[in-house]
């Protein structure tokens, strides 16, 4: 089979592509010790995005990368006819670990894009993003390796919070809260107000004080961060 390695910065093109096709996709945290939200697998038209780089996020956009909530861009790719698959990990991704499914475009050819997103914990508004790449028409397996991108809709302060949109600090759900540290005075920072590649989290060694509740021994990555492999077939 064909083997097609790319990194993605931003939207990117695997190969042209029209008509249907069926999709085994595995989906690999490559973080030591991040965790993925219920990540959001879709197909759909090349006229739509999740996202834009340099561009404003939506709101459906940002209640993901902030809370980990996928029900509006849910609902937003519903409304385009998209093939989706939501939460194929049954829950988070733990660090290290690999989920698959699988998506089948015949009833609807015009999904030829693929995209994939999900927040990355712990951080205010990070996320990992797929977006809008094209589908390749010609079977073989094609693996795209993924950067995380800042939604750019809160402030990275680092600090454990509710993660409802527009409220400061991440969510904190067992695993994240059980590596975590507490106590925190917030990291200094301001809502940039625009979707771009994340710089990474700061954390500090201070488990019960410091300014973050992040623990950077644990929780620092480098992009990319997430592994997708597609095989098509027909």
Same mark, same amino acid.
């Given at each position: 089979?064909?083997?097609?390695?790319?990194? &993605?910065?931003?939207?990117?093109?695997?190969?042209?592509?029209?008509n249907a096709a069926q999709l085994d996709i595995e989906i690999t945290n490559l973080?030591?010790?991040?965790?993925?939200?219920? &990540?959001?697998?879709? =197909?759909?038209?090349?006229?739509?995005q999740l996202f834009s780089s340099g561009d404003v996020a939506s709101d459906s956009?940002?209640?993901?990368?902030?809370?980990?909530?996928?029900?509006?861009?849910? #609902?937003?790719?519903? +409304?385009?006819?998209?093939?989706?698959?939501?939460?194929?990990?049954?829950? &988070?991704? !733990?660090?290290?670990?690999?989920?698959?499914?699988?998506?089948?475009?015949?009833? +609807?050819?015009?999904?030829?894009?693929?995209?994939?997103?999900?927040? &990355?914990?712990?951080?205010?508004?990070?996320?990992?993003g797929l977006n809008a790449v094209e589908i390749p028409t010609e079977p073989g397996?094609?693996?795209?390796?993924?950067? =995380?991108?800042? =939604?750019?809709?809160?402030?990275?302060?680092?600090?454990?919070?509710?993660?409802?949109?527009?409220?400061?600090?991440?969510? !904190?759900?067992?695993?994240?809260? +059980?590596?975590?540290?507490?106590?925190?005075?917030?990291? #200094?920072?301001?809502?940039?107000?625009?979707?771009?590649?994340?710089?990474?989290?700061?954390?500090?060694?201070?488990?019960?004080?410091?300014?973050?509740?992040?623990?950077?021994?644990?929780?620092?990555?480098?992009?990319?961060?997430?592994?997708?492999?597609?095989?098509?077939?027909?």
């Open positions: 089979m064909k083997k097609i390695v790319m990194t &993605l910065a931003v939207a990117a093109v695997a190969a042209s592509n029209s973080t030591h010790g991040s965790w993925f939200t219920p &990540l959001l697998v879709a =197909a759909h038209s090349d006229s739509s956009l940002q209640a993901m990368a902030e809370g980990g909530d996928i029900t509006a861009l849910t #609902a937003d790719l519903t +409304a385009l006819n998209a093939t989706i698959v939501g939460n194929p990990a049954g829950g &988070l991704l !733990a660090p290290g670990a690999s989920t698959t499914t699988s998506l089948d475009t015949d009833a +609807a050819p015009d999904n030829t894009r693929l995209s994939i997103v999900s927040m &990355l914990l712990p951080s205010n508004d990070g996320f990992m397996t094609y693996t795209y390796n993924v950067n =995380a991108y800042d =939604a750019g809709t809160e402030a990275n302060d680092e600090m454990i919070g509710s993660g409802a949109p527009g409220e400061a600090g991440f969510p !904190a759900p067992g695993p994240v809260a +059980a590596e975590s540290g507490t106590g925190g005075t917030g990291v #200094a920072a301001t809502v940039e107000g625009f979707v771009h590649i994340h710089r990474n989290v700061l954390g500090d060694d201070n488990l019960t004080g410091g300014e973050s509740d992040i623990v950077n021994t644990v929780h620092r990555w480098l992009n990319p961060v997430v592994r997708v492999t597609v095989t098509v077939s027909q």
